[in-house]
Structures are given as C-alpha cells and as structure tokens.
C-alpha cells in the first residue's frame, strides 16, 4: 500500500515537472499574418460555438475569410471571436473585447440587443456591427438585417414544384421575429405556385434540440409530407435525420437553412438536400470590415440584404432544372418588385394575388 | 494529529484539489499545442485583474449563491429540486413584470415590491411539487423537471404575448428605480453587470447558515431529511416541512431570477432554454456539500473560472471547448475532493496502528457536513 502511494506521488511530481518545463518553451501558435490593432475585428456568438452549421458559422467563415483575405493574424490585433456559453456572457465578452483593444466588434443575433447597445454607448471609439437587428441613433453601431422571408419564398416556389403528394412541411426553431419571416416567406411562396398544397407547420421550441426536430419531421413523413424546409438552427440536424430514416421506402426532400447544407443530405443512394436558402451574415460583416477599413464604416445605418443585393440566395442544389427555372422567374419578380413576401404569417394571405 | 487535520481539512485539501484540476487541465492544453502557463494567467487576469473583471465574477456569483441555497435547503429535507432553473424562471419574470407594472414607484418600495414578487413566484412553482410530493408522494425529481418545461414555455408565452417591445422578443427594460446596477457601480467596475443584489445574496447565505443551525425549522428540516419516519415519531409533521423547506427553495431560486432581472438583464428575453444559474447552481451547492459559508467560496470559485474562462480564448487563438474542458476539470477535482482526502488521510496515518482509531473516520468526523448530505 504505502510504496504504491509513493510512487503515485512521484509520479505526480514527475508529471508537474514535464508539464512545467513544457510550458516555458512552448510558444504562442498561430503567428502567421500580421496585426492590425485600428483594424482588428472579433465576433461575439448568440450562445453556442462558431460550428453550429448556421447562423454563427457563417458569420465566423465570413470574418475568417476577411482576416485571411488581409493576411491578418488570429488573435488579438487581427481578428477571432468569443463564445458565449449562455446569455449572461454577452456583456463580459464585449467588455473582455474592448480590453483587448479590438477596433469593431460584432454581435450575431437579435440576443445581443442590449449588450450593444449598453456597450456602444459606454465606448464611443469602438464599432459595432448587430446582425438581425437594428440599433437606433447610436453613430459607432451598423446594423444589418436580412430579408429572410424572400429566401424562404423561393423555397417555397421549390418545395411546390417538387412536391408529388401536395403537403409539404416547416420546421420552426422557435417562434420569433426572424423565424415568422421564415415561415411567411415558405408558406407565400408555396401558395403562389399552387394554393391547394398544405403546408404542415411545426415548431421544436428550441434551436438545439435535433431529438425534437427528428420526431417532427418522422411524424410529417408519416403523413405523407415529401418536402420540408427547415429553420431550426441546430435542431434541423433531427430533420435530416428522419429524413435518412424514411428515404429507404420512400422519396423525400429537406431544404437546408442559412448555409449550403447539401453535405447534410447525403445517404447511401444520393443527397436527400434539395436545395438551401443562403443567409449571407458572412458576407455581410465581410463587407461591413471592408468598409471600416476604408474609413466608410456604415455606423447609425441600417443595411437590409434581401435577393436584390444578394444577402439571401437560393442555390440549385438537386433541383429540377424545371423548378429552378420557375425558382429564377419568381426571383426576378421579388427584386423587381412585383412580389412583396410578407414579414408575418398573419399577412400571408393579404399579399397573396388573387 | 487532531490539528494538523483540521488544518489538512479546511485549507490543504480544497487548495490540493484546485491544484490537481490545474494540473489536469494544463496537461489538456498542452496535448491540445496550446500553452498552459500563458492561458491560466490569462484567466485569472480575466478574473481577478481589472475592477471590471472582479465585478463580472462577483454578478456571475450573486445568483448562483441563491439557487444553491435554494437546492441545499431542499436537500436538506431528502427533496432533490431539479427545479432550481424553472423557478428562477418565473421569479425572473415575476420581478421584471411587477418594476414594469409600476414604473412610477420610488425606489424603496418597487426594489422590495418586485423582490417579494419574485420571491412568491418562485415559491409557487416549487411549492407545486412540494406540494404533490408531501400528500401524494409524487417523485420530485420528475415534477420539477416537467415544471422546468413549462416554466419554460409558459413564461415565453406570457413574454410574447404581453411584455414585447413592437416586432422584438424581449420586454421593455425595467424603469430606472427598480434597477440594482446604478451608474456609480458602472463607474466602479468600468461598466461592468456589477449590481447591488450581492448584499442580498450574502445577507441570504448567512440567513440560512441560521435557519438550518440555530431554529427549530431548521432542525426539523434536517430531521425530515435524514428519517422521514423519525421526525414523525418524534411528533414532528414530515408533510408540513417538506412543504416548508421546499417554499424557502423555490423563494430563493425566485430571488435568484431577479439578481437577473433587476441586475444583469434588467429585461426579460423569449429564453431559447432554461437559465443556466439553475444547473450551475445545483452544482455549486453540491460543490459546497450544502454548507451556506461553502456556497459562498463555491459561487466565487464559479464565477472566477467561468469569466476568467471567457478571458482564455479572447486574449489567445485557444478555443473555447478546450477552455471548457479544463474549467470542468478543475470543478471535478473539487468535487471529487473525498478522493484527496482520502490520500490526505493515508498520508497521514500514525507510523503505529491504534486500533479503533483509523485515520480516515478521524478525518470525515471533522467534517460532518461534508460529503454525506447529497443523496437523491
């Protein structure tokens, strides 16, 4: 007993020692590019990590892109992001920024709002950039929306010329501003292109509990939905799950949310992911660092992105060449105006043509 | 040997225990290429470094001190409160609605108006599973789950249908006189949450360090606890406190919300999943082993790495899981102190045998609180 305990604690020692002596020599990673402190950016997430195959992903590809596009470094002096591990993080990881000296600071997510805004008027010298939300009158915020329902129209349009049974399906995360658009849009745009087609529609509650949103989509299946959209954020993972489950007995589509989610979709015998609605937040904050760097930082302002400007797109994917011709018309439509996608669900029917 | 244990108990054993959760995670960190030296100082800078950071880590503890207590109360009586979240929920809500109800009240009445708000809601929602529990022996622990749902869900109803601002998902921010962080705090902490509602908390720790020791619901609560049976033959009503101790749980976690309510948010949001103080704060309390004075070094401690944690991946290209699984590694150690102990306790044996006296019942007799109140 008693040697056996010896040699544990030498053991121990031994470790701290290596460990220890390892750290002193060990340096910083990373080095590559150079630092840019009057132009550094960092991106703070809405809750979760930069690989939720959504929403913060592809805010944090857009700035990764950015910083490597000027050859800048990770870290601090170039650009990198903060996770927030729950709401109460917000206000301490602006403030940890604003420490660190980062000269724009971007917030993902209509969560944000307050830390922002509080941060904004507290530091007058630094930037920031709200995404899915609009701060008033504060001369050192941009603010940049998304007309996420003219996506979603368009994936309407695609899940109407796709569908053989006529009952397609929606997936909602959670009911809020930004995913009544999504809603409104998809059920606009179905009913444009045929209003005898039903369009199931489903909430999970929650943007990441992927258990939830399978049983959903198992269920809409089982009735005899074939095409589901989904904007559930994480939760849209159970989506295509199900989807694999019932794709051995019968065809089915999933129409993948904010980023290109063809790699989601893929099974044994094919890609079950018709088609994506892009939301283009890297893009965005790409652009809004480029014009800071520039000096033509849209502070005060707000930018909407809609089909026009390409903030939001709909790609092909597996689509029919047939659909994605219609898909391209109704597109011209929207960005010529003759279309307005309604914002709420409520309005649906008010903009629909009789 | 009877002082130098106490001595082994009180300070080298929690010490040993941070250090052997460092040492993990600096063996983590450094496997993973990352340096452990420079990200350790970057979180205890993060932490403790600026009067900012000391602020943050301070209102990160405010609340988890007061849903700890709540679960050590509770589990005090034999009732394990997974609750804590929900209840938390509802007083968050309940002391948001109450300052927004009356925005025209002075300070001195619309502070402790919306804190007695919180405090019954909460009391309500867990005075609900108490209250099935204590008359139809209904298992808490699947009550207060479920109730966290529909804490969950109802509370995001009520704030979508009757508390948002326009086309937004959060409430109007709370009128200036309810609110517990002030400009000359801001200005203290270099606008840091920093917020008043850590007296309350403190004030609390000590309350109940007295309820339990010195009253005689305190001493029932611990009879009910430790033999339900008992304490009824003793002509004590099991019934009556468990409902007792399960109102003071559910009133401290209602408090706990508003720390968020009228401190850190000072608004309520549609919540995408229940407030993390409820989880943390479970730990927190059985980090403590139910003591109140522990609660109060354990939410510190909670604070420290969860801010300090944060600091770790904005000053260096470490991610943030890996920040994570050192913070969960130190908190494990911690907790998984009776292991230390136990080496402690060997280490220390007399060189003679002394037969009825083993070192180890020596050692766990100092600490009675310790590591025996937590059971399900």
């Known amino acids: 007993m008693k040697i056996s305990h010896k040699l544990g604690m030498i053991a121990l020692v031994a470790v701290t020692a290596t460990v220890l002596g390892a750290c002193g020599s060990k340096k910083a990673d990373d080095t590559k590019g150079k630092t840019d402190p009057k132009n550094s950016v960092a991106l703070v ?44 993080d917000f206000t301490p990881n602006i403030n940890k920024l604003i420490q660190a000296k980062y000269a724009m600071i971007v917030g993902t997510g209509y969560k944000l709002h307050a830390s922002v805004e509080k941060a904004a008027k507290a530091n007058p010298k630094t930037r920031f950039l709200i995404i899915d939300e609009v701060i008033d009158g504060q001369k050192n915020v941009a603010s940049v929306t998304f007309r996420d329902n003219e996506g979603a129209f368009l994936a309407g349009v695609a899940a109407a010329k796709t569908t053989k049974t006529n009952k397609v399906g929606f997936v909602g995360g959670m009911h809020s501003a930004v995913i009544d658009r999504f809603e409104a849009g998809f059920r606009q745009g179905v009913a444009t292109v045929n209003p005898k087609i039903s369009v199931d529609i489903q909430y999970v509650g929650d943007f990441s509990k992927p258990a939830i949103g399978q049983s959903l989509a198992s269920a809409m299946f089982n009735n ?69 760097m520039d000096g033509k930082f849209p502070g005060g302002k707000t930018t909407v992105y809609g089909l026009k400007e390409n903030g939001v797109q709909l790609i092909k994917g597996n689509m029919s060449d047939a659909a994605w011709t219609v898909v391209k018309d109704y597109k011209q439509q929207i960005i010529d105006g003759k279309i307005t996608v309604a914002e709420k669900p409520a309005d649906v029917n008010k903009y629909l043509k009789k | 040997m009877r002082i130098k244990n106490t001595w082994i108990s009180g300070l080298a054993i929690p010490l040993t225990s941070i250090f052997l959760g460092l040492l993990l995670g600096a063996i983590i960190m450094l496997l993973s290429g990352f340096d452990p030296i420079a990200n350790y100082v970057n979180m205890f800078s993060g932490a403790l470094g600026t009067p900012n950071a000391i602020g943050e880590v301070l209102r990160s503890a405010t609340p988890l001190m007061l849903t700890a207590l709540g679960f050590a109360v509770a589990n005090y009586a034999g009732f394990f409160n997974i609750g804590l979240a929900g209840q938390a929920l509802v007083g968050w809500l309940a002391s948001v609605a109450f300052a927004n109800a ?57 704030i979508k249908a009757y508390m948002t601002v326009g086309d937004g998902d959060y409430s109007k921010m709370i009128p200036k006189a309810a609110r517990l962080r002030t400009p000359f705090l801001e200005q203290l902490t270099q606008n840091s949450t920093f917020h008043y509602g850590i007296i309350l908390s403190v004030v609390a720790v000590f309350f109940i360090a007295w309820l339990l020791k010195r009253t005689t619901l305190g001493f029932e609560i ?26 003071i749980s559910g009133a401290l976690c209602g408090l706990g919300g508003a720390m968020e309510g009228l401190g850190n948010f000072q608004n309520i949001i549609v919540n995408t999943a229940l407030p993390s103080i409820g989880f943390d704060g479970m730990s927190v309390a059985l980090l403590a082993a139910g003591s109140p004075i522990g609660i109060l070094f354990a939410a510190l401690l909670f604070g420290t790495l969860s801010i300090g944690g944060l600091n770790i991946s904005i000053a260096s290209t470490t991610p943030p899981e890996i920040t994570s699984i050192v913070v969960a590694s130190i908190i494990f150690f911690v907790g998984a102190n009776y292991v230390i102990r136990y080496w402690f306790a ?18 766990t007799a100092q600490n009675p609180m310790e590591n025996k109140e937590v059971r399900s």
Do not use: C
């Open chain 2, 102 to 158: 009356f925005p025209h009240l002075p300070s001195i009445l619309i502070i402790p108006g919306a804190l007695i708000a919180a405090a019954l809601a909460g009391a309500f929602w867990s005075g609900i599973a108490g209250y099935f529990r204590a008359y139809f022996g209904a298992n808490e622990v699947i009550t207060t789950i479920m109730l966290n749902y529909i804490a969950l869900y109802a509370t995001n109803a009520i």
């Open chain 2, 222 to 247: 611990r009879a009910v606890g430790m033999n339900e049976d008992a304490a009824l033959y003793a002509g004590m009503s099991p019934k009556r406190t468990i409902m007792a101790s399960m109102l």
């Open chain 2, 346 to 363: 060997k280490l220390h044996k007399p060189t003679k045998k002394q037969p009825g006296t083993p070192a180890k019942a020596e050692v």
């Open chain 1, 224 to 292: 005899n939905v074939d095409v589901i959209y989904h904007a559930a954020g994480g939760s849209g993972a159970g989506v295509f799950s199900a989807a694999k489950n019932v794709i051995k007995n019968k065809k089915v589509w999933v129409i993948g949310v904010d980023q290109d989610q063809t790699a989601e979709g893929k099974y044994a015998g094919g890609n079950l992911t018709l088609t994506s609605t892009i939301k283009g937040v890297g893009t965005a904050i790409e652009k809004v660092a480029d014009d800071a």
């Open chain 1, 45 to 88: 997430t809405d809750g979760g990590g930069v690989d939720d195959k959504s929403f913060n992903q592809s805010g944090w590809e857009g700035l990764e892109k950015w910083g490597k596009k000027h050859d800048l470094v990770k870290g601090v002096g170039g650009y990198n992001y903060a996770q927030s591990n729950s709401d109460a």
